[in-house]
């Protein structure tokens, strides 16, 4: 069974930078696309950023030019780098990777636990 485990969250100043690491375990054959989302207090999760096998990335309008989603595929870990900070960028984030654990399983779909961010002065 594949375990993500993420990492980095916590209290940042607006402007101020974090970087979320998400580790994955277990049989792993093949990724399709690693992704992060986030849900604020009162607010359904939304997507933030997401890689492809291929290494295409995508990000939601609000946090473009701000965020980047990187990966060390050796160590089966993606990263999201989050700079210039904004108090609207308080939510717990969630990775979520899309994988085959095995060449006679099909995709399946892995979740994180979280990390809370938050931004404030």
């Known amino acids: 069974q594949v375990q993500l485990v993420e990492s980095g969250g916590g209290l940042v100043q607006p402007g101020g930078s974090l970087r979320l690491s998400c580790a994955a375990s277990?049989?792993?054959?093949?990724?399709?696309?690693q992704g992060w989302y986030r849900q604020a207090p009162g607010k359904q999760r939304e997507w933030v950023a997401h890689?492809?096998?291929?290494?295409?990335?995508n990000y939601r309008d609000s946090v473009k030019g701000r965020f980047t989603i990187s990966r060390d595929n050796a160590k089966n870990t993606v990263f999201l780098q989050m700079n210039s900070l904004k108090p609207e960028d308080t939510a717990v984030y969630y990775c979520?990777?899309?994988?085959?654990?095995?060449?006679?399983?099909?995709?399946?779909?892995?979740w994180g636990q979280g990390t809370q961010v938050t931004v404030s002065s």
């Open positions: 277990g049989s792993i054959f093949s990724i399709v696309a």
């Open positions: 979520q990777w899309d994988l085959r654990e095995s060449i006679i399983k099909g995709v399946q779909n892995y």
């Open positions: 890689i492809t096998s291929g290494g295409s990335t």
